[in-house]
């Protein structure tokens, strides 16, 4: 085991059974085998086309889905998700100062003075201004809302991050810009990041290492450089092929 990793998996496979709430129904595999480590400091890209897996290992590694084998082994707490649709995971109900507060009021430990401190140091990191605090995400760019996912997502200080899909709804100069902040923010919070997209050119951008999954299994990896410019697998020069 790396001791630089900040999450290791070992063998893991897991899947769903169908069937209601009782889940007595057929077994479908979707992650089988799965051994990888996320290193600190790293962005970790992981590519794969639609239903091969990918919201299925995050899910997993945040402890939504247990594995049927293998094991999920953190060496660092309370890993965050950044969601692909701001919208649709950001109470519509509420401003945003309610919504970055709120993690804070479910954790305890923080007086009201200290939440609205930590609540404006994270506006202040994700480059938004303080206004923003008043409106609900229906106010929003759509730039904006992503910078306020971040935002959530960091507020209780995690060192690791999930990032599904996260500049994938933005048009290609706010991507550029949503891009430039996770970098910054990994240099200065000292985060680690997977990285989870089906556009290997923002992976080819963003991500130090990369993943190739298909079929529930990682077929390929190694550093960005390596994989773009030396693919072993027909599936990744397929994967090449079509981002050209």
Not at 90 to 107: D, G
Not at 130 to 139: G, M, N, T
Not at 171 to 189: G, P
């Amino acid at each position: 085991m790396n001791k630089d990793a900040v999450v290791s998996l070992r063998h893991v496979t897991s899947g769903y059974r169908s069937g209601g709430r009782f889940r007595k129904g057929v077994y479908q595999e979707v992650l089988h085998d799965v051994s990888f480590e996320v290193l600190h400091g790293e962005i970790l890209g992981l590519v794969g086309e639609s239903g091969t897996g990918k919201s299925t290992l995050a899910r997993t590694i945040l402890g939504m889905v247990r594995p049927d084998q293998g094991e999920v082994i953190h060496h660092t707490e309370n890993p965050q998700m950044i969601f692909q649709d701001p919208y649709s995971s950001l109470n519509p109900a509420y401003p945003v100062s309610w919504i970055l507060e709120e993690p804070l009021r479910i954790c305890g430990g923080y007086s009201g003075q200290e939440r609205g401190r930590r609540v404006r140091e994270m506006l202040e990191l994700v480059e938004l201004p303080e206004e923003c605090l008043a409106a609900r995400p229906a106010e929003l760019s759509g730039g904006q809302r992503q910078r306020v996912s971040i935002a959530a997502a960091l507020i209780q200080k995690p060192r690791f991050l999930i990032a599904d899909e996260p500049v994938s709804a933005l048009d290609v100069t706010i991507q550029a810009q949503i891009l430039k902040l996770l970098r910054q923010l990994r240099d200065e919070l000292d985060l680690s990041y997977l990285f989870i997209s089906h556009d290997l050119n923002v992976v080819y951008q963003l991500c130090d290492r990369v993943l190739v999954m298909k079929g529930g299994r990682i077929v390929e990896q190694g550093t960005v450089e390596h994989i773009f410019s030396h693919p072993q697998e027909a599936y990744t020069r397929q994967l090449l092929a079509a981002a050209e």
